[in-house]
């Protein structure tokens, strides 16, 4: 069965350093989105991106973030300079369709600020 | 902006029936969704409801209401595994951000 695949797993940072997380969404796919959670808290919105552009953003997604797809199958999140605040699992998502039942999660990538 | 309420915490015993429920406020509904997660992973999909009614799929069922801004999950027959947190989700028409999570409710099934 196709799946979301994510790297790292797990990446621990000092704070002020850059962070990239990677994604690979289903091959046939075309909608993209990121999304986080605190540890005990719940999941949040960070942005979406479609026809390689971002299509919304959340007010967590500041400055610090930018949201890129260099090739044909990868989707990458980077944190500019990271904070003690940005310490959360992030989720990578993807839909074939924006009205798809099911919004497929890649298995999260938990970052670390210390 | 949208706003979903799920009860923080539910107990249940292996073998029984538990009702979690939901309740959001949000303009231009567009669907609702439940999804399972278990500590560190990821949320798995569970349901989907954008009429009215009772959906069922194996032991898992979920309800929802429109006109009251409600939903339900219905877990029968539980079983150890099911012990996890159990997420309401709404989406938006014209969003653009899929789904909108509740703060989830965490149920432990006890032997």
């Known amino acids: 069965e196709p799946e979301v695949t994510q790297t790292p797993s797990h990446q621990v940072t000092q704070m002020g350093q850059e962070v990239i997380l990677r994604c690979v969404p289903i091959s046939n796919h075309l909608y993209f989105y990121w999304y986080r959670q605190i540890l005990g808290q719940k999941v949040e919105f960070l942005v979406s991106?479609?026809?390689?552009?971002?299509?919304?953003k959340s007010e967590i997604f500041d400055d610090q973030f930018s949201v890129e797809r260099p090739d044909g199958s990868n989707f990458t999140l980077k944190i500019r300079s990271t904070k003690l605040e940005d310490s959360a699992m992030y989720f990578c998502?993807?839909?074939?369709?924006?009205?798809?039942?099911?919004?497929?999660f890649g298995e999260g990538s938990r970052l670390t600020v210390l | 902006g949208q706003n979903i309420d799920q009860p923080t915490e539910m107990t249940a015993t292996e073998g029984a029936i538990v009702q979690i429920n939901c309740t959001y406020q949000?303009?231009?509904?567009?669907?609702l969704f439940w999804y399972q997660q278990h500590a560190g992973e990821a949320p798995t999909f569970l349901s989907y409801n954008v009429l009215d009614g009772l959906e069922e799929k194996g032991r898992f069922s979920s309800f929802l209401s429109r006109s009251k801004g409600y939903s339900y999950l219905l877990l029968k027959e539980l079983q150890m595994k099911d012990s996890a947190s159990y997420l309401c989700a709404v989406r938006q028409r014209g969003s653009a951000r899929q789904l909108t999570f509740g703060s989830g409710t965490q149920l432990t099934v006890l032997p």
């Open positions: 949000t303009s231009g509904f567009n669907g």
């Open positions: 991106f479609y026809n390689n552009e971002i299509s919304e």
């Open positions: 998502a993807s839909t074939r369709g924006r009205e798809d039942r099911e919004l497929f």
